[in-house]
Antibody, heavy 120, light 106 residues
């Protein structure tokens, strides 16, 4: 059974940093591209970042302006999102999701999400 | 930047057909997918690459595309289909989501 479990969320002050993790199981992690998608309270889905199966190709939403860094450890079946200079508008549930890696492939499995709250 | 436009809400009577549209420039060439999100739950893929259904998704879910508009069609809508629905497309190396449509089954 495919499982994606996010962790590392919580309350952080504006300007602070946080590192999210996503533990994968039930599939060959190193064969899939991985992604982060967020959802602000009461709002829609927003794509954050993607990383290819090998980690060689990385993409970010323009709105992040270099504050977030995606990475992965295929030996540990884990995906990460390092977030810095956090703002109130980064408050959201963050989901990790996988895709097979070909252009146009959908996000076929999602984690349960982890809440990040940025507030003083 | 690329944008996808969905109606904020759609209402349907039980047993009837619901249609949810998603519009974007040249959307037909951007592999549109659809996700269902029930309250408090993670999104679930229901349609991908215009009209393919993942295993486990009921046959009443289908998709169509006509150039700049993709449509999610739910035939014989059931109360359990009441949820938010999001379209998604690829634009170059990025992914874009529509604003979401709340489907109400009255």
């Amino acid at each position: 059974e495919v499982q994606l479990v996010e962790s590392g969320g919580g309350l952080v002050k504006p300007g602070g940093s946080l590192r999210l993790s996503c533990a994968a199981s039930g599939f060959t992690f190193s064969s899939y591209s991985m992604n982060w998608v967020r959802q602000a309270p009461g709002k829609g889905l927003e794509w954050v970042s993607s990383i290819s199966s090998s980690g060689d190709y990385i993409f970010y939403a323009d709105s992040l302006k270099g504050r977030f860094t995606i990475s992965r450890d295929n030996a540990k079946n884990s995906l990460f999102l390092q977030m810095s200079s956090l703002r109130a508008e980064d408050t959201a549930v963050y989901y990790c999701a996988r895709d097979p890696g070909r252009y146009g492939d959908p996000y076929d499995y999602w984690g349960q999400g982890i809440l990040v709250t940025v507030s003083s | 930047s690329y944008e996808l436009t969905q109606p904020p809400s759609v209402s349907v009577s039980p047993g009837q057909t619901a249609s949810i549209t998603c519009s974007g420039d040249n959307l037909g060439n951007k592999y549109p997918s659809w996700y269902q999100q029930r309250p408090g739950q993670s999104p679930v893929l229901v349609i991908y690459q215009e009209n393919k259904r993942p295993s486990g998704i009921p046959e009443r879910f289908s998709g169509s595309n006509s150039g700049n508009t993709a449509t999610l069609i739910i035939s014989g809508t059931q109360a359990m289909d009441e949820a938010d629905y999001y379209c998604q497309a690829w634009d170059s190396s990025t992914v874009v989501f529509g604003g979401g449509t709340k489907l109400t089954v009255l």
